[in-house]
Each structure stands twice: as C-alpha cells, then as structure tokens.
C-alpha cells in the first residue's frame, strides 16, 4: 500500500494555563491521510478542530505524539527547515479577507506574486492563463476590474480564495496538501458551493490532498471522508461515498 500523505500518531496537544488550568485541546489523535484524499473535519467549537488542522500543517508543535508528511517527520525539525518545508509542501486555502481596498479583485489575488512573496519564478503567460481560469471557476470573470468595496461578501471571499490558489494554478502543481480552515464561513450556499466545487475539482483533477475544517454538513457533503471530533478526540470516522452537492 502506498504511505500515506499525512500520518498522525498519538497526538496530544495541552495549552498549558499561567493563571488558569491547562487545556486539553487534543487528546491522543491518530489519523492516516491518503494522497488525494478530500477529508473533512467537524465538531462543536472548542472540539479542536482548528488546533489539529495547525498541527498536520506544522504551524503548531503537538505536545505528544509525531506528524509525518509525505514521509518526512516534522517533529525535532529546527524553525527553519520547517518553514521551508512548509512553504514547499503545504497549502493553506483560508486566508481572512483582508483585501486592499485601493487595488481591484484581479490585483488582489495577484498580489502575492507580484509582490515576490512566493519563492518561484512564475512565467507571465502561465500566471495570466492561470489567473483567468481561476476566475472562471470562482465565478469572477464579470468582477475581475472590481474594487473591493463593489463586491458582496461571498465575492470578497472567493477573491480572497483565488489569491491563495493563484500559485497553484499558475504552476499547475500537482500532489499538494492544502489545508482549509472555514473556507466557506458564513456564506450562503451558492457561494459555499461555488467553492466546495473548486476545491473538490483540485482533488479530483490534480490529486492534492484536502483538509477541510467545517462545521456545515453542506460542505462536508462534498468530501470523501468526515472525521468528527468531540472534546480532542475522534468521535467518528466515515467515508462518504458519493461525495458531491
Ligand atoms: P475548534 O476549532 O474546534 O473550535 P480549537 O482547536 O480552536 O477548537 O480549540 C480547542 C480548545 O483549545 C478550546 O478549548 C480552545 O479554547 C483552546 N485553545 C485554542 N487555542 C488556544 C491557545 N492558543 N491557547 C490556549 N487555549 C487554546
Ligand atoms: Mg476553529
């Protein structure tokens, strides 16, 4: 059998409290993540959804435990090689708005390129062609030349959206782990599903393993496995087998 993308072992992590008690937000998690695989996570809030998805995403250190990405063990790794290692290897989808109000949606989402904050060099025509795809897929091609302030807040988000996948489209990359916490918070459903849509084609077209935060069963609908959480812990842990709206 092929190794799994992610491979948590045991993972405990314990907030420790200065004035109050230590929190347990994780409590002994162990989890197999295929390549490929669209994987959803649910739970009340304060179940530690967002704590374990930091921690497969090298953002956060367990207290216990080991995280193993494509074969690489995070654990014991410096600040450093870290970081690079993340910047290479992982995606994270949920970016909070935070658009400049003073550049228009297609100069937002170029932004981060632009600016040179990824390492690679991309050609102009592939991230041209790259961008306009995007556009297409989030339903922004009309919006493109938008200011911000223009645009509802379902559109802000998709924009927000397209600037985190502009690198991945530009590249045409394949493979990636990309990790989302909330992508589709507080929209409706045809915004939500605009976006369920894309992230499910980016599994299915271009095998990258997804992991999705949620607390909307209209979004979990759309993965292939849902795995709940309740107090740090797994709950349930079940494929769904006819992922789809
Ligand atoms: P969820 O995303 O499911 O709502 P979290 O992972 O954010 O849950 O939180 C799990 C538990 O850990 C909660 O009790 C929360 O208050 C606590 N927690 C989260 N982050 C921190 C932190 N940085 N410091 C202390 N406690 C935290
Ligand atoms: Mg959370």
């Known amino acids: 059998m092929a190794t799994p993308h992610v491979i948590l072992n045991d993972i405990k992590k314990?907030?420790?409290?200065?004035?109050?008690?230590?929190?347990?937000?994780?409590?002994g998690i162990s989890l197999e993540i295929p390549h490929g695989q669209f994987l959803s996570i649910m739970g009340p809030s304060g179940s530690g959804k967002s704590t374990l998805l930091h921690i497969i995403g090298g953002?956060?250190?367990?207290?216990?435990?080991?995280?193993?990405?494509?074969?690489?063990?995070?654990?014991?790794?410096?600040?450093?090689?870290?970081?690079?290692?993340?910047?290479?290897?992982?995606?994270?989808?949920?970016?909070?708005?935070?658009?400049?109000s003073t550049l228009t949606a297609e100069e937002n989402i170029m932004l981060p390129i632009l600016a040179g904050y990824q390492d690679k060099e991309i050609d102009n025509t592939k991230l041209h062609k790259g961008l306009d795809e995007l556009l297409g897929r989030l339903q922004l091609?009309?919006?493109?030349?938008?200011?911000?302030?223009?645009?509802?807040?379902?559109?802000?988000?998709?924009?927000?959206?397209?600037?985190?996948?502009?690198?991945?489209?530009?590249?045409?990359?394949?493979?990636?782990?990309?990790?989302?916490?909330?992508?589709?918070g507080n929209l409706d459903s045809a915004n939500g599903d605009i976006i369920c849509?894309?992230?499910?084609?980016?599994?299915?077209?271009?095998?990258?393993?997804?992991?999705?935060?949620?607390?909307?069963?209209?979004?979990?609908?759309?993965?292939?496995?849902?795995?709940?959480?309740?107090?740090?812990?797994?709950?349930?842990d079940l494929p769904n087998a006819k992922p789809g709206k």
């Open 197 to 236: 849509k894309l992230l499910r084609q980016l599994c299915d077209e271009r095998h990258h393993t997804m992991v999705v935060v949620t607390h909307e069963p209209s979004v979990a609908a759309w993965t292939d496995r849902i795995v709940t959480l309740k107090d740090g812990a797994i709950l349930s």
């Open 141 to 184: 091609t009309s919006r493109r030349r938008h200011y911000p302030d223009a645009l509802s807040g379902g559109e802000q988000q998709r924009v927000a959206i397209a600037r985190a996948l502009l690198l991945d489209f530009a590249t045409n990359t394949h493979g990636s782990l990309l990790l989302a916490d909330e992508p589709t």
């Open 59 to 100: 953002l956060t250190n367990a207290t216990e435990g080991t995280v193993t990405i494509d074969g690489t063990l995070l654990n014991g790794m410096s600040d450093r090689k870290l970081t690079l290692f993340r910047r290479k290897n992982i995606g994270v989808v949920f970016q909070a708005f935070n658009l400049i």
């Open 14 to 27: 314990i907030y420790k409290g200065t004035a109050s008690a230590d929190v347990v937000a994780v409590n």
